[in-house]
């Protein structure tokens, strides 16, 4: 059995106009397609720095009824940091931990 947390950033579709439901319902059927492989998957849902928490929220309102299903494990925070700092997310990232997500950030940084 190979598992693997896979990170997707719904802003990057949804902002394109997507639908929230059309995009996990998608991946989600990969993921049923990869079981008889023995492939286990979970997925974090990442907001992207450059997009604003008031962004944020909302999708993170949609994503509700997938994290109840067990689609979505936890939320992170992805992308280039420069000017976009965590603090930037603090309201939705201690939404998403009262309702039960996994919590994770990702730092994209040149070397110094």
Known sequence: MLSTLNC?????HTSRGIRFDTVIEVIHEEIVDAAPL?????????FLREYSQESAMPTLKEAEPYHKKGWIL????????????PLKFMLVFAK??????????????PPS
Not at 74 to 85: A, I, Q, R, T
Not at 96 to 109: E, K, N, S
Request: glycine share 8%; aromatic share 10%.
């Open 8 to 12: 997707f950033w719904i802003l990057k």
């Open 38 to 46: 023995d492939i286990d998957v979970q997925l974090i849902m990442c």
């Open 74 to 85: 936890g939320v992170g925070l992805d992308s280039d940091e420069h000017h976009n700092p």
């Open 96 to 109: 998403a931990r009262a309702q039960g997500y996994y919590l994770t950030m990702h730092c994209d940084l």
